[in-house]
Protein backbone atom coordinates (compact mmCIF):
# COMPACT_ATOMS: atom_id res chain seq x y z
CA UNK A 1 0.00 0.00 0.00
CA UNK A 2 1.54 3.33 -0.77
CA UNK A 3 1.31 6.18 1.24
CA UNK A 4 2.38 9.69 1.80
CA UNK A 5 4.44 8.22 5.10
CA UNK A 6 6.04 5.57 3.21
CA UNK A 7 6.56 7.97 -0.12
CA UNK A 8 8.53 10.60 2.43
CA UNK A 9 10.29 7.51 4.48
CA UNK A 10 11.70 6.42 0.97
CA UNK A 11 12.80 9.73 0.00
CA UNK A 12 14.69 10.54 2.63
CA UNK A 13 16.35 7.19 2.86
CA UNK A 14 17.34 7.69 -1.38
CA UNK A 15 18.52 11.16 -0.95
CA UNK A 16 20.81 10.71 2.33
CA UNK A 17 22.05 7.13 0.50
CA UNK A 18 22.98 9.71 -2.39
CA UNK A 19 24.92 12.47 -0.03
CA UNK A 20 26.88 9.42 1.29
CA UNK A 21 28.13 8.22 -1.47
CA UNK A 22 29.20 11.84 -2.26
CA UNK A 23 30.75 12.20 0.81
CA UNK A 24 32.79 8.99 0.20
CA UNK A 25 33.58 10.03 -3.23
CA UNK A 26 34.92 13.34 -1.97
CA UNK A 27 37.35 11.43 0.37
CA UNK A 28 35.81 11.40 3.91
CA UNK A 29 37.31 9.34 5.92
CA UNK A 30 35.10 6.19 7.56
CA UNK A 31 35.10 6.34 11.15
CA UNK A 32 31.70 4.39 12.17
CA UNK A 33 31.55 0.72 11.90
CA UNK A 34 28.55 -1.60 11.19
CA UNK A 35 28.52 -4.79 13.26
CA UNK A 36 26.26 -6.68 10.96
CA UNK A 37 28.70 -6.34 7.55
CA UNK A 38 31.80 -5.77 9.73
CA UNK A 39 32.66 -2.62 7.35
CA UNK A 40 33.56 0.84 8.44
CA UNK A 41 31.36 3.06 6.87
CA UNK A 42 31.34 7.39 6.98
CA UNK A 43 27.59 6.78 8.63
CA UNK A 44 24.23 6.12 7.97
CA UNK A 45 21.84 6.76 5.84
CA UNK A 46 17.86 7.99 7.50
CA UNK A 47 14.47 6.67 7.54
CA UNK A 48 11.56 8.10 8.82
CA UNK A 49 12.66 10.10 12.06
CA UNK A 50 15.50 7.96 12.75
CA UNK A 51 18.83 10.14 10.93
CA UNK A 52 21.36 7.54 11.30
CA UNK A 53 19.04 3.92 10.83
CA UNK A 54 20.78 2.17 7.70
CA UNK A 55 24.21 0.98 7.26
CA UNK A 56 25.24 2.40 3.61
CA UNK A 57 27.06 -0.86 2.61
CA UNK A 58 24.25 -3.46 3.88
CA UNK A 59 21.26 -1.86 4.63
CA UNK A 60 21.17 -2.97 8.26
CA UNK A 61 19.02 -1.20 10.67
CA UNK A 62 19.49 -0.14 14.24
CA UNK A 63 17.77 -3.00 15.61
CA UNK A 64 19.71 -5.69 13.32
CA UNK A 65 22.92 -3.67 14.58
CA UNK A 66 22.09 -4.05 17.93
CA UNK A 67 21.47 -7.73 17.97
CA UNK A 68 25.14 -8.19 16.19
CA UNK A 69 26.13 -5.98 18.45
CA UNK A 70 25.31 -8.15 21.86
CA UNK A 71 25.83 -11.15 19.90
CA UNK A 72 29.54 -10.18 19.13
CA UNK A 73 29.77 -8.95 22.91
CA UNK A 74 28.69 -12.23 24.25
CA UNK A 75 25.90 -11.07 25.98
CA UNK A 76 23.68 -13.21 23.97
CA UNK A 77 24.47 -16.50 23.24
CA UNK A 78 23.36 -18.36 19.74
CA UNK A 79 22.35 -22.33 20.67
CA UNK A 80 23.91 -23.77 17.41
CA UNK A 81 23.43 -26.89 19.18
CA UNK A 82 19.82 -26.39 19.32
CA UNK A 83 16.40 -25.38 17.48
CA UNK A 84 15.55 -21.89 16.57
CA UNK A 85 12.69 -20.20 15.01
CA UNK A 86 13.20 -17.17 13.53
CA UNK A 87 10.27 -15.06 12.65
CA UNK A 88 9.93 -12.66 9.22
CA UNK A 89 13.45 -13.18 8.64
CA UNK A 90 14.55 -9.93 6.71
CA UNK A 91 18.33 -9.69 8.61
CA UNK A 92 20.54 -11.34 6.27
CA UNK A 93 23.10 -11.04 8.75
CA UNK A 94 20.84 -12.44 11.74
CA UNK A 95 20.15 -15.11 9.12
CA UNK A 96 23.76 -16.23 8.45
CA UNK A 97 24.29 -16.27 12.16
CA UNK A 98 20.92 -18.07 13.13
CA UNK A 99 21.46 -20.80 10.18
CA UNK A 100 24.38 -22.44 12.12
CA UNK A 101 22.24 -23.96 13.87
CA UNK A 102 21.44 -27.60 14.07
CA UNK A 103 17.91 -27.04 13.54
CA UNK A 104 17.12 -23.69 11.87
CA UNK A 105 13.53 -22.69 11.05
CA UNK A 106 13.28 -19.46 9.02
CA UNK A 107 9.43 -18.93 9.08
CA UNK A 108 6.65 -16.12 8.26
CA UNK A 109 2.81 -15.95 7.44
CA UNK A 110 3.80 -15.16 4.10
CA UNK A 111 6.77 -16.57 2.96
CA UNK A 112 6.65 -16.42 -0.65
CA UNK A 113 8.08 -12.46 0.30
CA UNK A 114 11.36 -14.14 1.15
CA UNK A 115 14.66 -15.22 -0.38
CA UNK A 116 15.60 -17.43 2.66
CA UNK A 117 16.02 -21.46 1.70
CA UNK A 118 13.53 -23.73 3.13
CA UNK A 119 11.30 -20.94 4.31
CA UNK A 120 7.75 -22.34 6.33
CA UNK A 121 4.81 -20.75 6.97
CA UNK A 122 3.66 -20.13 10.34
CA UNK A 123 0.90 -18.56 11.77
CA UNK A 124 1.77 -17.40 15.19
CA UNK A 125 -1.84 -17.08 16.10
CA UNK A 126 -1.90 -20.86 15.13
CA UNK A 127 1.39 -21.69 16.45
CA UNK A 128 0.79 -25.34 18.58
CA UNK A 129 4.36 -26.81 19.12
CA UNK A 130 5.38 -27.66 22.65
CA UNK A 131 8.88 -27.50 23.85
CA UNK A 132 10.57 -27.23 20.33
CA UNK A 133 13.19 -24.22 20.71
CA UNK A 134 15.46 -22.90 22.77
CA UNK A 135 15.53 -19.70 20.62
CA UNK A 136 12.33 -17.61 19.20
CA UNK A 137 13.45 -14.24 17.53
CA UNK A 138 10.72 -11.87 16.17
CA UNK A 139 11.93 -8.56 15.44
CA UNK A 140 9.07 -5.84 14.53
CA UNK A 141 6.38 -8.91 13.96
CA UNK A 142 4.10 -8.76 17.65
CA UNK A 143 2.69 -5.51 16.23
CA UNK A 144 1.45 -7.38 13.57
CA UNK A 145 -0.41 -10.19 15.19
CA UNK A 146 -4.37 -9.98 15.95
CA UNK A 147 -3.94 -11.03 19.72
CA UNK A 148 -0.38 -10.44 20.95
CA UNK A 149 -1.24 -12.01 24.36
CA UNK A 150 -2.11 -15.26 22.61
CA UNK A 151 0.75 -15.34 20.27
CA UNK A 152 3.14 -14.70 24.15
CA UNK A 153 1.55 -17.96 25.48
CA UNK A 154 2.21 -19.94 21.98
CA UNK A 155 5.57 -18.54 21.79
CA UNK A 156 6.10 -19.63 25.78
CA UNK A 157 4.12 -22.98 24.60
CA UNK A 158 6.70 -23.45 21.57
CA UNK A 159 10.03 -23.26 23.53
CA UNK A 160 11.96 -25.33 25.61
CA UNK A 161 12.47 -24.60 29.47
CA UNK A 162 15.07 -22.57 29.66
CA UNK A 163 14.45 -21.05 26.24
CA UNK A 164 14.35 -17.77 25.18
CA UNK A 165 12.34 -15.57 22.73
CA UNK A 166 14.06 -12.36 21.28
CA UNK A 167 11.58 -10.03 20.79
CA UNK A 168 12.05 -5.98 19.61
CA UNK A 169 8.96 -4.20 18.68
CA UNK A 170 8.54 -0.11 17.44
CA UNK A 171 8.28 1.99 20.82
CA UNK A 172 6.71 5.19 22.34
CA UNK A 173 7.30 6.17 25.38
CA UNK A 174 3.18 6.01 26.11
CA UNK A 175 1.41 3.06 27.22
CA UNK A 176 0.54 0.78 24.84
CA UNK A 177 -2.39 1.60 22.40
CA UNK A 178 -4.21 -1.47 20.69
CA UNK A 179 -6.44 -1.58 17.91
CA UNK A 180 -7.65 -4.37 15.42
CA UNK A 181 -7.78 -5.22 11.63
CA UNK A 182 -10.94 -3.63 11.69
CA UNK A 183 -9.56 -0.62 11.64
CA UNK A 184 -9.35 1.26 7.97
CA UNK A 185 -5.41 0.82 6.92
CA UNK A 186 -4.97 4.59 6.57
CA UNK A 187 -6.35 5.33 10.09
CA UNK A 188 -3.91 2.39 11.47
CA UNK A 189 -0.77 4.26 9.72
CA UNK A 190 -2.25 7.34 11.59
CA UNK A 191 -2.53 5.95 15.30
CA UNK A 192 0.34 3.27 14.68
CA UNK A 193 3.34 3.93 12.37
CA UNK A 194 2.42 1.93 9.45
CA UNK A 195 -0.98 0.71 7.69
CA UNK A 196 -0.55 -2.97 8.58
CA UNK A 197 0.15 -2.46 12.14
CA UNK A 198 -2.61 -3.28 15.02
CA UNK A 199 -0.91 -1.94 18.16
CA UNK A 200 1.63 0.42 18.93
CA UNK A 201 3.81 -0.76 21.65
CA UNK A 202 5.12 1.30 25.22
CA UNK A 203 7.28 0.09 27.76
CA UNK A 204 4.32 -1.44 29.20
CA UNK A 205 5.11 -4.58 26.87
CA UNK A 206 7.35 -5.76 29.34
CA UNK A 207 4.30 -6.08 31.51
CA UNK A 208 2.58 -8.38 28.91
CA UNK A 209 5.38 -10.56 28.59
CA UNK A 210 5.74 -11.17 32.26
CA UNK A 211 1.94 -11.82 32.52
CA UNK A 212 2.60 -14.77 29.74
CA UNK A 213 4.90 -16.35 32.30
CA UNK A 214 8.23 -14.99 30.93
CA UNK A 215 11.46 -14.15 32.88
CA UNK A 216 12.55 -10.62 31.43
CA UNK A 217 15.39 -8.92 30.76
CA UNK A 218 15.27 -5.32 28.92
CA UNK A 219 18.23 -4.90 26.93
CA UNK A 220 18.28 -1.20 26.07
CA UNK A 221 20.65 0.33 23.77
CA UNK A 222 20.80 3.55 25.77
CA UNK A 223 22.50 1.28 28.36
CA UNK A 224 25.68 0.84 26.00
CA UNK A 225 28.78 3.41 26.34
CA UNK A 226 28.27 6.40 24.45
CA UNK A 227 31.29 5.82 22.17
CA UNK A 228 30.01 2.54 21.09
CA UNK A 229 26.92 3.58 20.73
CA UNK A 230 27.88 6.46 18.17
CA UNK A 231 30.23 4.00 16.64
CA UNK A 232 27.76 1.73 15.26
CA UNK A 233 24.83 4.13 15.69
CA UNK A 234 23.00 1.61 18.00
CA UNK A 235 19.21 2.16 19.07
CA UNK A 236 16.51 -0.19 20.05
CA UNK A 237 15.94 -2.31 22.89
CA UNK A 238 15.82 -6.00 23.40
CA UNK A 239 13.13 -7.74 25.27
CA UNK A 240 14.83 -10.89 26.25
CA UNK A 241 12.67 -13.64 27.80
CA UNK A 242 13.30 -16.62 29.46
CA UNK A 243 10.95 -19.31 29.83
CA UNK A 244 11.24 -20.93 33.06
CA UNK A 245 13.19 -23.99 33.99
CA UNK A 246 15.53 -25.96 32.36
CA UNK A 247 19.71 -24.32 31.56
CA UNK A 248 19.90 -20.78 30.60
CA UNK A 249 21.56 -19.65 26.85
CA UNK A 250 23.67 -17.75 28.66
Not at 224 to 244: C, S
Request: proline share 7%; net charge positive; aromatic share 8%.
Amino acid sequence: MITVQRVAKAAGKHLTKTGLKLRKALGARPDRGCPACGRTVIGFFRYGDNAEWGCPECGASPRERLMNHLIAQGVLSVPVDGAILHMAPNEASLVRRFSAAKDYVPADIDPARYTVPAMRRVDLMELSETDRYDLFYASHVMEHVPDDRAVLGNILRALKPGGEAWLIVPLWDRPTEDGSFDIPPRERERRFGQWDHVRQYGPDFADRIRQAGFDLEEIDAASIGADMRRLYALDDRLFRARKPGGASLR
